[in-house]
């Protein structure tokens, strides 16, 4: 399981985070909901290591990550999709898939098969340039590249951003097969409600760097909950 407690999160002077406490269980969906600019990015690169917390604990597995390198947060088992995909376009997709080799041991550097069960127009695309794949694709391509460090949690920060309906259904089904087949946790930050009152096990909710609702998906249609939500 992974534990985010009472943590904070600056940059500079500007306080991003404010006392922040989740839990993500395994083999279930969590998902943070929030307006833009509430600090759920900012969560994330917490969790992930791209941003060192002021205080707080983060923890996964028993395992605290405070003050270790993504690399090794990555060797602990955090897959990682950020917002926005960043594949990389010069390369090909087989060769997106083989940077996520880098916190893997020789003998498990290779491309697993239901990647490609998963996403199986990355099978077909495997000698293309990233960047001539469309946005859905980039996105597939990119939870494909965090699949390969074999993750115990995956981390996706708004996965359904810019993607079309018919992608994000087959996100949504991906990520649900996961859950049921993997027994993984997944941390899931979003902005499209619909998505996580399909998906989710448990939300959140965020406003202004703090925690502000918490509860199973149905709690999202509260007028509590959609205070929080609506611009």
């Known amino acids: 399981m992974l534990t985010v407690e009472n943590?904070?999160?600056h940059?500079?002077?500007?306080q991003a985070l404010r006392g922040v406490s989740i839990n993500a269980e395994m083999g279930k969906i969590t998902c943070v909901l929030g307006r833009n600019g509430v600090g759920k990015s900012s969560l994330l690169r917490a969790i992930?290591?791209?941003?060192?917390?002021?205080?707080g604990t983060i923890t996964f597995n028993g395992t605290k990550l405070n003050g270790m390198a993504p690399f090794n947060r990555a060797r602990t088992g955090v897959g990682y999709v950020p917002q926005g995909r960043e594949i990389f376009p010069l390369l090909t997709v087989k060769e997106n898939l083989e940077t996520g080799y880098a916190p893997l041991e020789r003998k498990d550097r290779f491309i697993p098969d239901d990647i490609?069960?998963?996403f199986p127009v990355l099978d077909s695309m495997l000698s293309?340039?990233?960047g001539d794949l469309s946005g859905g694709q980039q996105q597939q391509l990119a939870i494909?590249?965090?699949m390969v460090t074999r993750p115990k949690i995956l981390v996706l920060d708004e996965p359904t951003e810019g993607i079309q309906p018919s992608i994000i259904k087959d996100i949504g089904r991906a990520i649900r097969y996961l859950r049921d087949t993997t027994g993984m946790a997944i941390l899931l930050v979003e902005q499209y409600l619909d998505f996580c009152r399909e998906l989710a096990d448990h939300v959140y909710i965020m406003d202004r760097g703090e925690i502000v609702h918490q509860g199973a998906a149905e709690t999202l249609d509260t007028p509590e909950a959609r205070r929080h939500?609506?611009?």
């Open 11 to 14: 940059y500079g002077a500007a």
């Open 116 to 118: 490609f069960s998963l």
């Open 144 to 146: 494909g590249r965090a």
């Open 128 to 130: 293309r340039r990233g």
């Open 229 to 231: 939500l609506t611009v």
């Open 7 to 9: 943590v904070n999160l």
């Open 48 to 55: 992930t290591g791209q941003h060192a917390v002021s205080a």
